[in-house]
């Protein structure tokens, strides 16, 4: 009988707490997150390094996302950051993490289940430890330019930079820099059509 009271409660409580958390959080409810106006991130799944962590105006973050900063990995030490500028907005699920610099400049559109990180776990069977145990590398910062498109489930790893205007394919994974104006597509992704401003149309590349 006690334990089926416990249970009541614990739901009660639960649901309680439930309906009274935020759904959305914003300037004035910021998760310790800069967020500038008119912009807002829904209920996140994780938050780490809120401190490192800044979005301009009228962006927004669907649900489910973790955003990471990490300053520290084991004993390493790094200075993060993660920047979202204007008129971003990100799809649900997704996972942005940085030790170095990710940014993501205005006018963008990313995708739900994106993963963006400017890191990767080092793998050394030399030293006989599990992956989670080894150093963090960095090839250098993440920006991703003006009104650049990011389709469902793209990846897009460390030291990668994006020019204006770009579409990325569903599923790609992103491995080295494209300029202005690129379509891009597969794992890893190359190079698949250019604008052609002349024309007003993309142009397939020939490989």
């Known amino acids: 009988m006690m334990n089926f009271i416990k249970r009541k409660v614990v739901n009660y409580l ?17 998760l310790g997150i800069i967020i500038g106006l008119n912009s807002f991130i829904e209920k996140p799944k994780k938050i780490d390094g809120a401190e490192f962590i800044e979005m301009k105006d009228n962006s927004s973050i669907g649900h489910s996302s973790w955003l990471g900063a990490f300053d520290k990995y084991i004993n390493q030490t790094f200075t993060p950051k993660i920047m979202i500028l204007n008129n971003v907005r990100i799809g649900n699920y997704a ?7 990710i940014l993501i400049k205005d006018g963008c559109l990313i995708s739900e289940y994106v993963y963006i990180s ?36 793209a990846t897009i790893l460390s030291g990668v930079k994006l020019g ?35 024309n007003s149309y993309w142009k397939d590349e020939i490989n």
């Open 118 to 153: 400017d890191h990767y776990h080092g793998f050394d069977p030399a030293l006989n430890k599990s992956p989670k145990d080894q150093p963090l590398f960095s090839k250098g910062k993440v920006e991703i330019g003006e009104n650049t498109f990011i389709g469902y489930r």
């Open 164 to 198: 204006m205007n770009c579409v990325i394919g569903s599923h790609s994974v992103v491995t080295k820099s494209f300029p202005d104006y690129s379509m891009i597509a597969g794992s890893p992704a190359r190079l698949i059509k250019t604008y052609d401003f002349e």
């Open 95 to 101: 996972c942005i993490t940085a030790i170095d610099e």
């Open 14 to 30: 639960y649901n309680f707490f439930l309906k009274i958390e935020p759904k959305y959080y914003n300037k004035n409810n910021s």
